[in-house]
């Protein structure tokens, strides 16, 4: 079991077995109220494949997440059982962890790119500290530092998000089919 919660820990902490990243990009913690009325409630299959090594196959987990203006809730399943719970109030993250979870999955990082994903741009961009800018692009936004892209978020199809982080060393390609919000 803990050679295949290894596996996931890659994707759930933003490629976790990465070599250890050139840069380091600003955590973001948005609240969930600044999304307005934006909700979703996404069945998701995430893909990571680490830029170090392009032509190993992807790792691959399932996802279910729900956000509205009042919280972010993701569960992550691997091989059938949930491994992870995280929760978002906009004050408070809660993490539930299975034991045999790498600790190397990293909440915080995927709560960023969560917050890269699905927040406004202006929510972003009010909370990026100096010499950090989040900017459209003809393929969707990226982080930039001092002008230099740090990360990339594409929407290359309607229900899929690509985020290239050469700054960590992963791509996270994110699949989503829209579900019934319980």
Known sequence: ?????LLIAT???GCATAPPPRSTLPMLRLPPAALGEARYALSQRLSVTRLDRPDAPPQRVEVQL???????????FAFGQRVLL???????????RHPMLPAEVDTDRMLRDLCLSFWPAEAVRAALPAGWSWEATAAGRELRQDGQARLVVARPGANIVEI???AEGYRLLIESQPQEAS
């Open 164 to 166: 290239v982080n050469p």
């Open 11 to 13: 994707l759930l902490g």
């Open 86 to 96: 995280m929760q978002w109030d906009g004050k408070e993250l809660t993490v539930q």
């Open 66 to 76: 729900q956000l509205d203006a009042s919280a972010l809730l993701l569960a992550g």
């Open 1 to 5: 079991m803990r050679r295949r919660l």
